[in-house]
């Protein structure tokens, strides 16, 4: 019976996140409109945070338990699922022109964050001054999206087609509303997915360590999946690949250091995670990112090939755990 339980709260969870996702962008979308700030900003800012909220509470939570190795595998997966599957699946179906004024900064910040926990991770475990450094490495993301929506507020206004005399109270406050009520769902409706998701592969006897970084990761993970697939279904193409740039920093910048303190002291670094998780990471995101610094675009083979590495690389975790 408890399983049965656990399979229909696992699809009420997947509901939820489906319909919250939805509210979600279209929110996101009307906002970007009427305050005249790009897509690009949205994503990257308000739909990140939001849509990094079950990374940041799963890793807090299994931090304050003790288990240190779901907390860092949880993040780590988190960011390799948001790269291989959910990125491969945007690039798959809608390939695209990039701006590399937009994406440079955030993919050299992102690029730098990977090498930067791989190096601190050498030692065994993230210390206060790993954490220190990702934290100025989270405050850096802050500063580079505040200083891109100023510096385009201009040209976006002159640009804009979107007419604020339109906007009436109520029309506001169904987009606030249909904000919330999008976020809501899709972070309890991760929370009652990644439970239930684990108490699932658990009854059928998956390790631990597989559970981080596929159930709970992909988990995790479902929001920047379905907020990317109603961008794509949306032709929101800088909302979808700035939302996982955006959740990919947030989710190794501002992860970790809460995970700190809530454990009590240094996490340790697993061998799987520093010489498997991360450079795998590493691979995704030069797969991504290089061939676009000099095509200037996205191309629907590079979302095959991060799918191919990504399915891979979970092959290889479960045949090797």
């Known amino acids: ?28 979308v009307w906002f970007a409109e009427m305050s005249g700030i790009p897509h690009f900003i949205i994503g990257a800012t308000i739909v990140g945070f939001a849509t990094s909220l079950p990374e940041v509470l799963v890793s807090i939570i299994a931090a304050a338990n003790g288990n240190v190795e779901m907390a860092t595998g949880n993040a780590i997966g988190s960011v390799t699922a948001n790269t291989g599957l959910i990125l491969g699946v945007s690039l798959l179906f809608m390939p695209m022109v990039i701006s590399l004024r937009e994406y440079f900064p955030q993919i050299i910040l992102l ?9 601190f991770g050498l030692s065994g475990s993230i210390t206060i001054i790993a954490a220190i450094v990702l934290i100025i490495l989270f405050a850096a993301y802050v500063f580079l999206n505040v200083k891109g929506a100023k510096k385009n507020r201009a040209l976006s206004a002159e640009e804009d087609t979107f007419n604020k005399e339109d906007v009436t109270k109520g029309i506001l406050v169904k987009n606030i509303v249909l904000f919330i009520l999008g976020c809501a769902g899709i972070v309890g409706g991760s929370e009652l997915l990644v439970n239930n998701g684990t108490e699932i592969a658990r009854f059928f006897q998956v390790p631990d360590r597989i559970i981080s970084i596929s159930a709970v990761a992909i988990g995790t993970s479902l929001p920047e999946l379905v907020t990317t697939i109603t961008a794509i279904k949306k032709k929101q193409a800088s909302l979808s690949v700035g939302n996982i740039l955006g959740s990919n920093i947030i989710d190794l910048t501002f992860v970790l250091p809460p995970c700190l303190l809530a ?10 995670t520093l010489y498997v998780d991360l450079p795998v990471l590493f691979v995704l995101s030069m797969v991504c990112f290089v061939p676009s610094f000099f095509t200037r675009k996205f191309s ?6 991060l799918l191919l590495i990504y399915l891979g690389y979970i092959a290889y975790t479960f045949v090797f755990h």
Request: glycine fraction near 16%.
């Open 1 to 28: 019976m408890g399983i049965l339980l656990n399979f229909l709260l696992f699809a009420v969870g997947l509901v939820l996140i489906i319909k919250g996702g939805d509210f979600f962008v279209d929110a996101a």
């Open 111 to 119: 690029t730098v964050t990977i090498v930067a926990i791989w190096l």
């Open 263 to 272: 454990y009590g002291g240094s996490i340790p670094v697993s061998s799987g």
């Open 300 to 305: 629907r083979w590079q979302g095959v090939v």
